[in-house]
């Protein structure tokens, strides 16, 4: 069993930064992937970052270029750093973790954005 914990959410203005963060209980280096997901009112959950065993990243477009996800093995922390935050950037921020055929989930920050 994997439990996930995130910090780090709260009240900012656009243009602003956050840094998130994901408590992982076990080894992350083991984990297949880690991510980052986000769910808007009266919206489906999206992914916002993915951070593959690897070492390799990726980001939807709405995403890219403004938000980092990153890793800490020793910590069994994972990072978002995000910048250049906007209004429609509002959601509750899941960390999520693949490991050994198991998806699971963190109870989720929430993340405000105001204009």
């Known amino acids: 069993q994997v439990q996930l914990v995130e910090s780090g959410g709260g009240l900012v203005q656009a243009g602003g930064s956050l840094r998130l963060s994901c408590a992982a209980s076990g080894n992350i280096g083991s984990f297949n992937v880690m991510g980052w997901y986000r769910q808007a009112p009266g919206k489906q959950r999206e992914l916002v970052a993915i951070?593959?065993?690897?070492?390799?990243?990726n980001y939807p477009e709405s995403t890219k270029g403004r938000f980092t996800i990153s890793r800490d093995n020793a910590k069994n922390t994972v990072y978002l750093q995000m910048d250049s935050l906007k209004p429609e950037d509002t959601a509750v921020y899941y960390c999520n973790a693949d490991h050994l055929g198991v998806r699971y989930w963190g109870q989720g920050t929430q993340v405000t954005v105001s204009s």
């Open positions: 951070i593959i065993r690897s070492g390799y990243t």
